[in-house]
């Protein structure tokens, strides 16, 4: 079956650039989708279809895909930023959605 | 502005049924697909399925053997039925609004409810 694969934390100081990978094979073929999650909150569409941010979302996320990793950026990181992060496809062999094993961003 | 809550049995027994509601508001529950996605304590998120008003489901193969969507158009809400739960069924339950566009699922999800938390303990 088809994974994605994320590192389990990033971790970086306000103001900084986040990086957060999403491995998956050949991944630069699919649409891939990022969301936020944070305690006790509805989860919430950061960027779909690989670069495109949904209204609300700020301008400093942004979304891109080559080969076999997706990035999410997140340019000036702000304390509100800290969340779980998770990246997300459609697999169409198998018709299921797959979901990343999720990426915590800590803001020192 | 969609929204979305769900409802339902906080706590179960081993081998009772999870039954869960998700209303819609704002929105014709005919209008697109939905989806159930969940998280177990520690873990990342799972989708469980989708389903459309039609009665058109896609359930992931990990759970198809349990697992049942319903529509219910004239309370514009829609369920989840997973019989036989074990402590491995422990997990923030979310229903989803699928992305649809001219009628077919784009597979990912523009509106989320805030999660209900549903514990399987004996």
């Known amino acids: 079956s088809y994974a994605l694969t994320q590192p389990p934390s990033v971790s970086l100081a306000p103001g900084e650039t986040a990086r957060i990978s999403c491995v998956g094979f050949n991944i630069e073929t699919k649409d891939v989708q990022w969301y936020q999650v944070k305690p006790g909150q509805a989860p919430v569409l950061a960027i779909y279809e690989n670069n495109n941010r949904p209204s609300g979302i700020p301008e400093r996320f942004s979304g891109s895909s080559s080969g076999n990793t997706a990035t999410l950026t997140i340019s000036g990181v702000e304390a509100g930023d800290e969340a779980d992060y998770y990246c997300q496809v459609w697999e169409n062999i198998s018709d299921h959605v797959v979901f990343g094993g999720g990426t915590k961003l800590t803001v020192l | 502005q969609v929204q979305l809550q769900e409802s339902g049995p906080r706590l179960l027994k081993p081998s009772e049924t999870l039954s869960l509601t998700c209303n819609v508001s704002?929105?014709?529950?005919?209008?697109?697909?939905w989806s159930w996605i969940r998280q177990s304590p520690g873990k990342g998120l799972e989708w469980m399925g989708n389903?459309?008003?039609?009665?058109?489901?896609n359930y992931n193969s990990s759970l198809k053997s349990r697992l049942t969507l319903s529509v219910d158009t004239s309370e514009n809400q829609f369920s989840l039925h997973l019989p036989f739960v074990t402590a491995a069924d422990t997990a923030i339950y979310y229903c989803?609004?699928?992305?649809?566009?001219?009628?077919?699922?784009?597979?990912?999800?523009?509106?989320w409810g805030q999660g209900i938390l549903v514990t399987v303990s004996s």
């Open positions: 389903i459309h008003y039609s009665g058109r489901t």
């Open positions: 989803a609004r699928v992305k649809t566009w001219f009628g077919e699922s784009r597979n990912w999800f523009d509106s």
């Open positions: 704002g929105d014709s529950i005919k209008t697109f697909y």
